[in-house]
């Protein structure tokens, strides 16, 4: 079974400056999607950034950027230019690409404990 | 309007009560799920459906029963509450084709507590 490891509990960062989140996963697949998710005070999910393992460019959504490291099954978030509206709940999330609907649960998300993240102004 | 949407958004119950969540989504997605978050164990999967015939456990099943009442429709119940099952409760739904099929799109969440 897959597993998504978040190894920082709780982060701080300084309005605008970078902050980066670490994610370990492990699988013995090949193709899989990974996906940051941002869950504020309102307790909304909010997916913030996906990534193809198949793909070797990491990803970029604006300020978020991740860099994604297959061999070492490394998968981290960077926040740059950090912003008050930014702090929040983040979670890895991982999610095999298998086709197999026999294998019951090919499309279900696997999540991370999550990393609390504090913007101070 | 919101795409998933989830009812009640907050409930308290006590214990031994039949307690029942629903979810509705408008985004004509065939996959739903149901899953639980727990604070510091981040979200857990419960169950989960590909379609209205098609229903599945998820890791954390006992205690919970859903019925998929239509593509639409997805409701989760707890049978006899107990005060461990006190969690925020998300549903989630996901296409089967195209590029959203890759993303899942959570509702507003359900805050569950059982005295």
Redesign the interface.
Known sequence: AQT?TQSQ?EMSVQEAETVTLSCTYDTSESDY?L?WYKQPP????I?VI?Q?AYKQQNATENRFSVNFQKAAKSFSLKISDSQLGDAAMY?CAY?SASHA?TQ??S???V????TKLTVNP | DADVTQTPRNRITKTGKRIMLECSQTKGHDRMYWYRQDPGLGLRLIYYSFDVKDINKGEISDGYSVSRQAQAKFSLSLESAIPNQTALYFCATSAIGGRARNEQFFGPGTRLTVL
């Open positions: 998504v509990p999607y996906f309102s307790r909304q999910m997916l996906r193809e979670f999610r609907l019951g649960g499309e279900k998300l999540f991370g404990k999550g």
